[in-house]
């Protein structure tokens, strides 16, 4: 057997027996599995802000509300949020009587505006406990094989009585392989977690920044006025704003 032959790590597996060869069909499952999830999650992940931001930017560039709910955007989370809101508010101005016991307008637009957030922030996570768990079990699992090619080397000196290297190199290069293999399925899952939860936390706070600015035009009819805006400004786009949010209500300017 020449050195190329020697050293190669896939014979070592395979001459390492059964255990050892379920050990790395595992892990290789793994690996597959969460490089899948990051691609995938990445693309989701680029989708949706990319189709965040282009719906936001576009409602609150809109003349006034109605024209802004006009927009059609169904690929953004944003796009549901606000037309949720809309048919939310509508649904309680029509159907919902005065009374002390009735749910307020503003509590019955923010309960569907929270439920979408909601919905949005499962389908984000949705993949991430895959790529926890293989973070987490992919160390234990090399180890695992560790331990039992460091096993299969004391077997092999025992049965020769003698500690030569061509009677535990095998053993002990399936073990240093495992380890290597539990790092390198390991280490990128847990980077590829903690970076997917970073950002869907950025994307769940524009939601939540665009549902408290939707919120507050929805329920005075007038969005928060700008540091930089004047108090003349500011009273003429609220007033602007109010006629338009009375005219999506129903209720008479």
């Not at 895959?130 to 695992?144: E, I, K, R, T, Y």
């Amino acid at each position: 057997m020449n050195q190329t032959q020697e050293f190669n790590s896939l014979m070592f597996i395979l001459e390492a027996g059964p255990v050892a060869i379920a050990v790395a069909a595992l892990m290789l499952v793994m690996s597959v599995a969460s490089w899948y999830l990051m691609v995938t999650k990445y693309v989701q992940y680029v989708r949706m802000k990319s189709a965040i931001q282009r719906y936001i930017a576009q409602f609150w560039a809109a003349p006034n509300l109605q024209a802004a709910l006009n927009i059609e955007d169904a690929h953004s989370a944003a796009y549901a949020l606000a037309h949720h809101a809309a048919t939310a508010s509508q649904h309680h101005h029509t159907h919902v009587q005065t009374s002390a016991n009735a749910c307020s307008h503003e509590e019955f637009v923010a309960r569907s505006m929270r439920r979408d957030i909601a919905a949005t922030s499962s389908q984000l996570e949705s993949g991430l406990s895959v790529l926890a768990s293989v973070g987490s079990v992919a160390p234990f699992v090399g180890l695992f094989g560790t331990v039992w090619g460091i096993y299969h080397a004391l077997a092999a000196i025992s049965a020769s009585g003698q500690a030569t290297l061509d009677k535990v190199a095998g053993p002990v290069g399936e073990a240093l392989i495992m380890t290597a293999i539990g790092l390198a399925v390991a280490i990128p899952a847990v980077l590829a977690y903690n970076a997917f939860v970073k950002a869907n936390r950025t994307i769940l706070g524009q939601l939540d920044t665009f549902a408290q600015d939707l919120h507050v035009l929805m329920t005075t009819g007038a969005t928060l006025a700008k540091k930089h805006t004047s108090p003349r400004q500011a009273v003429v786009d609220a007033n602007a704003t109010t006629h338009a949010a009375n005219k999506v209500n129903g209720v008479p300017a």
